[in-house]
């Protein structure tokens, strides 16, 4: 990539009555990405587009190692219910290969307190459990590190375990990046989440609806058909013929005294 | 027999914006620094309204019925109209506008149903407080929706 070259193909451009004399071959990579472009008109606009292009890549090249950040994703708010398991998710997202070194780490703030404790550390290829906390065999590791999982699985729930996880991950030489926080909530009994049977209901009636309009105008054509075979198979084409003009009502704008009780 | 039609048209109408109005506007229960349901409670606090939460211990199911019975009236009703405006140019002579009549009967019991679940679910316990113009305008728009009802469910098309 990188370089031009001349090339002196001639090329008809659509739209374009003439044929382009000097069609430029010019190969431009950011990213390690290369793309070729064709200009599609004569030298005085090639070389805005060359102008255009170095801007481009100028701002892309200062731009980019800002945007190397690693953005990680987890939930917002976990319901569970007490002496159920719920799975925390994490992950990432990084402009850099998945290295060997990635690591996750998830700590816990009780609801109410200030201080976090650390219960999970993935590194170097290893997962390591929480042995001494207040989740000590209760933990599992479910996620696939090489695929930018770091998910955990929490046991036997309690009402103690309400609080915030918070998920760092890092993957070298990306290690810029803000942890990202889920609230588990540990219910008795789930509450019904706003809304479930509101739209239950709406989406249930509209589609009981949609569903009779439809078998009606099923009916309607099939008995239609059924007629007008019928009708073809005693008749013939002359059947054909008032067939066709009975179905369609002549449209009209009607009158404008056309209601009576 | 433009002034009935009017006159129709202008009931329909009537009917579906006070439905749109009881469903969207958040003031079934008034207190005087209160103005609640079904989708969200004002709360006045130093002279300024903060939007806020429902309380929990609102029986959710029958608060969902209400949102969903109402959104469904308001829906019947819109497509009730649209139905008129079609059975208008559709229909064959003496017959009856009974595919309209069918969508407003439905928009009306759906209100009926959210405006009786409120009425005797909600606040019932509650002395201090009154009713606000949403709910005042659902029992209406029953009335109306169920007037209309019967407008189409009797009335001919004249001519074709």
Redesign the interface.
Same mark, same amino acid.
């Given at each position: 990539a990188g370089g031009g070259e001349r090339e002196t193909e001639e090329r008809v451009w659509p739209g374009i009555n003439r044929k382009s004399e000097v069609p430029w071959l010019e190969t431009v990579s950011f990213g390690g990405v290369c793309i070729s472009l064709w200009p599609a008109a004569g030298p005085a606009e090639e070389s805005n587009m060359l102008v255009f292009l170095a801007l481009v890549s100028v701002a892309l090249v200062t731009i980019a190692p800002q945007s190397q950040a690693i953005v990680i994703y987890t939930g917002w708010e976990r319901h569970a219910l007490v002496g159920s398991e719920v799975r925390l998710s994490c992950s990432f997202f990084s402009w850099r290969w998945t290295s060997e070194d990635v690591t996750f780490s998830w700590s816990y703030r009780p609801d109410g307190s200030r201080d976090s404790i650390s219960i999970f550390h993935y590194t170097g290829g290893l997962p390591y459990l929480d042995n001494k906390g207040p989740f000590r065999d209760r933990l599992e590791f479910v996620g696939n590190p090489q695929r930018r999982d770091g998910s955990i699985l929490i046991k036997n729930l309690d009402y103690s375990d309400n609080g915030t996880f918070t998920c760092d991950a890092k993957n070298p030489p990306d290690i810029v990046g803000r942890p990202s926080s889920v609230r588990l909530l540990v219910f008795d009994k789930l509450p019904v989440q706003a809304g479930v049977i509101t739209g239950a209901i709406i989406g249930a009636v509209l589609g009981l609806l949609v569903l009779i309009v439809v078998i009606y105008y099923l009916m309607r054509f099939l008995v239609a058909r059924r007629v007008f075979n019928l009708s073809v198979s005693k008749h013939g084409k002359k059947a054909k013929g008032k067939e066709g003009s009975q179905q369609r009502q002549p449209w009209r704008v009607p009158p404008l005294s056309f209601l009576s009780f | 027999?433009?002034v *009935? $039609?009017a006159g =129709?048209f202008l009931l329909h109408i009537t009917a579906i914006i006070l439905l749109l109005v009881a469903t969207i506007d958040n003031a079934w229960w008034f207190t005087d620094t209160m103005s609640t349901d079904v989708w969200a409670r004002w709360v006045k606090i130093n002279n300024f309204w903060n939007y806020t939460d429902l309380p929990?211990h609102y029986p /959710?199911?029958y608060l969902? !019925?209400v /949102? !969903? @019975?109402s #959104? *469904?009236a308001c =829906?019947f009703s819109i497509l009730g109209l649209f139905v008129f405006v079609g059975q $208008?140019? @559709?229909l !064959?002579k003496g017959q009856r506008f009974t595919f309209s009549g069918i969508f407003q009967l439905i928009a009306c019991l759906c209100i009926m149903i959210a405006a009786s679940i409120y009425t005797d679910i909600f606040h019932k316990d509650e002395k201090y407080g009154w009713y606000g113009h949403s709910f005042i305008l659902a029992w209406i728009a029953f009335v109306l929706t169920f007037i209309s009802t019967i407008i189409y469910f #009797? *009335?001919?098309?004249? @001519? !074709?």
């Open positions: - | 027999m433009l *009935l $039609l =129709i929990g /959710q199911e969902q !019925a /949102q !969903a @019975t #959104v *469904l =829906i $208008l140019f @559709t !064959a #009797v *009335l001919r098309k004249k @001519t !074709a």
